[in-house]
């Protein structure tokens, strides 16, 4: 199985806090993802990444930046974290194909900003 | 750009009872619509897909159905289980840009009660 990991489940930071999501993927996957998750807002893109130090923004970047130095691994950086930045953050991988855009996700990890 | 609208956002049936939940697209040119499941404090998995060249696709107690003119795709559950319960979430590709993505829909908190 495709083993998306992201490394904390639950992280608390301070306003203004410079902050490190990680996320790997164990399947040799092109394309990583990362969403935001609130309730009633369904799962937003905030940035993607189709190749090894490419990416492109999603639909809610402002205040986000990634990071992809290596295939396996997606980062997710919040420049200096605000309590509105507070949410479920999800990873995902698939492959870089025309026809299959299946997904596969991580557990995600809630960060809370205080 | 792709949008995704997703009814109901909350559905409760009781136990043994079928569930449909609808989504619809804007993209006439959509070619792939996956359905993820999400429990309780769990990752969205993949539950079931469907391309734009098949009107029908069934695993079990649940199917998805695609009317490619209305543009629009529907999850049915049949003989729900209390296991059933959890948020669903709907998605098509974003096909513009230089690499397509999945734009989801807001989810359904889909509700058994036994």
């Known amino acids: 199985d495709v083993k998306v990991t992201q490394s904390s489940r639950y992280l608390v930071k301070r306003t203004g806090e410079k902050v490190f999501l990680e996320c790997v993927q164990d399947m040799d996957h092109e394309n990583m993802f990362w969403y935001r998750q609130d309730p009633g807002l369904g799962l937003r893109l905030i940035y993607f990444?189709?190749?090894?130090?490419?990416?492109e923004k999603g639909d809610i970047p402002e205040g986000y930046s990634v990071s992809r130095e290596k295939k396996e691994r997606f980062s997710l950086i919040l420049e200096s974290a605000s309590t509105n930045q507070t949410s479920m953050y999800l990873c995902a991988s698939s492959l870089r194909t025309e026809t299959n855009y299946g997904y596969t996700f991580g557990s995600g990890t809630r960060l809370t900003v205080v | 750009g792709e949008n995704v609208e997703q009814h109901p956002s909350t559905l409760s049936v009781q136990e043994g009872d079928s569930a449909v939940i609808k989504c619809t697209y804007s993209?006439?040119?959509?070619?792939?619509f996956p359905w993820y499941k999400q429990e309780l404090g769990k990752r969205p998995q993949l539950i079931i897909d469907i391309r734009s060249n098949v009107g029908e696709k069934k695993d079990q107690r649940i199917a998805v159905t695609l009317n490619k003119t209305a543009k629009h795709f529907s999850l049915h559950i049949t003989e729900t289980q209390p296991e059933d319960s959890a948020v669903y979430f709907c998605a098509a590709p974003h096909l513009g840009g230089s690499q397509g993505n999945l734009i989801f829909g807001k989810g359904t908190k889909l509700s058994v009660k036994p």
């Open positions: 990444s189709y190749d090894v130090k490419m990416k």
């Open positions: 993209d006439s040119a959509s070619n792939y």
